[in-house]
């Protein structure tokens, strides 16, 4: 690392990766920190960058960091090289046009003239260097008829070769090539052409991310919009833009800070203030709560931020207050933009990948799939991020540990985190966080027009299915929806029924369950990927599901050799209560594969699932939608192979051409071993498969309902958990009294009495 003070311009060079940064302070200066705006700022780079060679990328600091990247740095480097070149290597071979009486008196003024362009003007403002000396090229050509004698025409011919060499070496670099098609618009002393060509991305100094803040020029804006980054509750803002383009099929999320619209004083403000928090560092202890320590930093910060407004005698208004220490606190204890991407409801996941500081963040968006970010996190703000999750999880992140899987909880939004460094990622961290949306999942909510992931048909199925204690395996690739589908089962519940789930890092949405008056349960065991340590082996944590009681058990993610505990439950518990888990499968027979011929369960435990449910993406040309493909009954009577000996009998099957589940004919006729066994367990279903049918498309029919009266009032919020939990409730309870009262499930009886309900609910909320 090289350090040189300069008092303005103070700077050091150091290596990050294959990079070197040369980063400059201008904290002290009286110009704006730019290249492009400013000619001290070009000048004085361009003299750094003759002292240091191999620089690749420049950062410049005055209240914000402004990064040229390696691409536009180049640019500069190419001109530091020929301006050097010009001024101190070839002036030797026309130093004696200067010194030489004879060429002094012919051409002297216009040599002094040259002088000046190439020593002060061609870096302050080169292109404005190089159209001066074509203009001075021209002029000295046009006089090239008023020689007075062989001697002026001597001096005269080398001065214009000189002028005609400079011109085609400065040609020849690239910046002066890239602005030469802006000509026309350039007039002296006006910077406007570099800014087009030199954009640096910007941050404030308190944030390490680097995040470009500008549009892209060949973008077109699909859609922008809002979000509150602290929940429903918040009142900061941050903005969102999508771009396309028309060549190539990319699209670009464009995030905005909230802290990006302060003005620069309440940037001063947080910078002091991120100084001063940034001596205390968290405890390993503040991080086993994080949400308290949020709570203590962020009433900290504040009270910091306070004391600072006094003694700067600031005029800041409260709400102003309380979004710097948001500000603080993200940019201290908590992860960062990171922090504004996952708030978004609209973003599902968030994934970094290595060489860090290279590659933007990617994130995955519920209607444009797979973006790309303005935002680039850097080496520094990575580590920290690792060394915070470390702390949070109480797991290790190192080269014997390089996997680490757990959960961040944020006011506003939960995410599992996956994070794997060297040796298995050997070029650095890579981060994937998967955002749990902010409420459960409702068969509902997967029913409407613009979402179509099942339709009411199966939504019934399933839901007869769940009530009637099936034992139920959704399997898929990854992220094509499992544990998000596993969890809206739960809500499918009768919540006098307790739960209990088995995660290596919660997704299961059991803390807003509980919250809705559910009895459940949550075991936490450790990580298929991890080492032994302190935490249950998943095994012995499903084993002791089944010394709790009477209990329904909701498993994760099936990965390994819990899959054996997980059939052991299903077997014991299949009579009397729901087991139901994820695993990554594509098919029905993919999931036998797994579980049978890869984990080694018993081929006579397999045939403890009752119910198999495939759900993956389905592709619609750069789209992708997830869609529950098959809902599939495992049938008992069969020995080796399911697939040869129809062990696998599929009740509702996924068209692409009309992109619906549709009934297959075992269903529609009845031939369901998995139906007519439970059927025979409730009196006023045994032996009759109308009524078994009746009741399926009862659910169905109920559910639609429910659907389209909130679509027909724009009450999107019905959809959401509370509510469908309470008309679920309002379901069971009118079929009972209706039982009571008539000796039978009149499912037309039942669904008006629903749909009276929904009406008065509706009306009540509307």
């Given amino acids: 690392m090289v350090i040189t003070n300069k008092a303005c311009f103070e700077y050091e060079t150091y290596h990050e990766g294959e990079n070197k940064i040369l980063r400059i302070s201008a904290e002290k200066c009286s110009f704006p920190p730019s290249i492009e705006y400013s000619e ?58 200067g010194a030489d009486p004879v060429h002094q008196r012919y051409i002297g003024p216009s040599y002094a003239e040259f002088q000046r362009m190439i020593s002060k003007q061609l870096k302050e403002d080169p292109f404005g260097a190089y159209l001066a000396l074509h203009r001075l090229e021209r002029r000295e050509k046009s006089q090239a008829t008023n020689y007075i004698n062989n001697q002026h025409q001597e001096s005269h011919g080398s001065f214009v070769a000189l002028l005609e060499g400079v011109l085609r070496a400065l040609e020849q670099v690239k910046l002066i090539s890239l602005l030469i098609p802006h000509a026309q618009e350039y007039r002296q002393g006006d910077r406007a052409a570099y800014g087009l060509i030199l954009r640096p991305t ?72 991120k100084r001063v928090m940034s001596e205390h560092k ?52 908590g992860f960062g933009l990171i922090e504004l991407l996952l708030a978004d409801p609209k973003v599902q996941d968030v994934n970094i990948n290595s060489p860090n500081g290279e590659l933007p963040i990617f994130i995955v968006h519920q209607d444009y799939g797979d973006c790309y970010t303005n935002i680039y996190p850097t080496h520094l703000e990575v580590e920290s991020w690792a060394t915070k999750l470390r702390l949070i999880s109480g797991r290790p992140l190192d080269e014997a540990n390089p996997i680490l899987d757990t959960e961040l909880v944020v006011k506003g939004f939960t995410s599992r985190v996956s994070a794997i460094t060297a040796p298995l990622s050997p070029t650095g961290l890579v981060f994937s966080f998967r955002r749990h949306r902010d409420y459960p999942w409702t068969f509902p909510l997967y029913m409407q027009p613009k979402v179509r992931y099942f339709n009411a048909l199966a939504a019934g199925l399933m839901s007869f299915l769940i009530d009637n204690n099936a034992t139920i395996l959704v399997a898929g690739t990854r992220s094509s929806g499992k544990s998000s589908l596993l969890g809206s089962f739960l809500t499918e519940m009768m919540r006098r029924i307790r739960i209990i789930t088995v995660e290596d890092t919660f997704e299961l949405p059991q803390e807003s369950l509980r ?32 010394r709790l009681g009477d209990s329904s058990i909701f498993v994760g993610e099936v990965r390994s050799k ?100 549709e009934i297959t004919d075992e269903l529609r006729n009845g031939n369901s071993d998995t139906l007519k066994r439970m059927a025979g367990k409730v009196k006023e279903f045994a032996g009759d498969w109308d009524s078994v049918w009746n009741n399926i498309t009862l659910r169905a029919d109920c559910k639609k309902a429910l659907v389209d009266i909130v679509t027909q009032k724009s009450l999107p919020k019905l959809l959401e958990a509370d509510f469908v939990i309470a008309a679920n409730d309002q379901f069971r309870l009118i079929s009972d009294r209706v039982r009571e009262k008539t000796g039978k499930l009149d499912s037309a009886q039942i669904l008006f009495e629903f749909n009276e309900w929904l009406k008065r609910e509706v009306k009540k909320k509307g």
Avoid at 65 to 78: F, G, M, N, R
Avoid at 203 to 227: A, C, H, Q, W
Avoid at 517 to 529: C, D, F, M, T
Wanted: net charge negative.
């Fill in 562 to 661: 819990e899959a054996i505990a997980l059939f052991e439950a299903m077997r014991v518990g299949a009579a009397a209560n729901v087991v139901a888990g994820t695993i990554h499968a594509d098919s029905p027979y993919g999931v036998f594969d797994r579980v049978v011929n890869d984990i080694g369960v018993p081929k006579t435990s397999f045939k403890a699932i009752d119910i198999i449910v495939v759900t993956n993406p389905v592709i619609s040309g750069l789209k992708r939608y997830k869609r529950v493909l098959r809902i599939t009954e495992v049938r008992k009577e069969w020995d080796e192979d399911p697939l040869r000996e129809n062990g696998f009998v599929d009740l509702m099957v996924y068209n692409p051409t009309t992109d619906e589940l």
């Fill in 282 to 333: 968290p405890s390993r202890e503040e991080f086993v709560d994080p949400q308290r320590m949020r709570e203590v930093f962020f009433n900290i910060g504040r009270d910091l931020l306070m004391d600072l407004i006094e003694h700067k005698k600031l005029d800041v208004e409260d709400e102003q207050v309380d979004q710097l220490a948001q500000a603080l606190l993200r940019y201290t204890v």
């Fill in 202 to 273: 910007t941050r404030p100094d308190f944030m390490y991310t680097k995040l470009i803040s500008e549009f892209p020029e060949n973008g077109n804006l699909v859609e922008g919009y809002s979000f509150n980054t602290g929940g429903e509750s918040s009142t900061e803002q941050c903005d969102v833009n999508i771009f396309t383009f028309d060549d190539n099929v990319k699209t670009l999320f464009h995030l905005t800070p909230p802290e990006f619209g302060f003005e620069e004083e309440l940037y001063e403000l947080l910078d002091d203030a």
């Fill in 515 to 546: 919250t809705l008056g559910y009895n459940i349960e949550p075991l936490k065991v450790a990580s298929a990927l991890s080492s032994p340590g302190s935490e249950v082996d998943p095994a012995i944590g499903i084993r002791s599901t089944l």
């Fill in 40 to 97: 001290i700022c070009m000048s004085k780079v361009i003299d750094i960058l003759n002292a240091n060679s191999g620089v690749t990328t420049i950062v410049i600091t005055q209240l914000r960091e402004y990064e040229y990247d390696p691409t536009q740095t180049a640019l500069i480097v190419e001109l530091a090289t020929l301006y050097n070149k010009i001024n101190k290597q070839e002036r030797k071979q026309y130093a004696h046009l």
